[in-house]
């Protein structure tokens, strides 16, 4: 909480900070979009309407909320660096997407859309191939932002971290960090 008081206060991200909210954003954006494009199999050309019903603005703002909400239940497997970590991330990936659909499926029509949710969304991507490819490169955009986050909260760098070190003297900030912030 001292830290989204302190976002407010600040107005301003760092850079790990905005890359994961960079990251939400896409992962967010794309399940939306995939949500139409799963409806617009199931309906049609009579999907999204040009006058959209609450029914219809449900279903995408639920499709986005599901891919947020997974991609936050499925962290541990994003973020990491390395070769390992790109792995977990892959894996991460059909995870979120799969999640996504459960979720989604079940706010759009609860009972029968946590049920056939994961199934569409796997017929779409059998469908459209490009589909799943552009998922996977979204989620993977993701985990790479993630990197840049988890690499700031772990070298200290963080806000945090900065106003926790603000509170000291100087003469104690040079004598403690000295070596470890190039003080």
Avoid at 38 to 54: D, K, Y
Avoid at 134 to 155: D, I, N, Q
Wanted: hydrophobic share 55%; glycine share 10%; net charge positive.
């Amino acid at each position: 909480m001292n830290h989204v008081l302190s976002v407010i206060r600040h107005g301003t991200l760092t850079r790990g900070e905005r890359a994961l909210v960079m990251a939400y954003a896409m992962v967010i954006a794309m399940s939306a979009g995939i949500t139409i494009l799963v409806m617009s199999a199931l309906e049609g050309e009579n999907a999204i309407p040009p006058e959209p019903t609450f029914y219809d603005n449900w279903a995408i703002i639920a499709g986005g909320c599901a891919a947020g909400l997974a991609f936050f239940l499925a962290r541990s497997w994003m973020g990491r660096a390395g070769v390992a970590g790109v792995v977990r991330a892959a894996f991460g990936a059909v995870i979120i997407a799969f999640a996504a659909a459960v979720i989604a499926g079940t706010l759009i029509a609860p009972f029968m859309g946590t049920i056939f949710g994961p199934f569409l969304l796997a017929a779409a991507f059998l469908a459209k191939p490009w589909l799943a490819v552009a998922w996977v490169a979204v989620a993977m955009a993701g985990h790479f932002l993630l990197v840049v986050w988890s690499g700031e909260k772990t070298s200290g760098n963080s806000r945090m971290d900065q106003s926790a070190v603000s509170q000291l003297s100087r003469l104690s900030q040079m004598n403690l960090y000295r070596n470890t912030h190039g003080r």
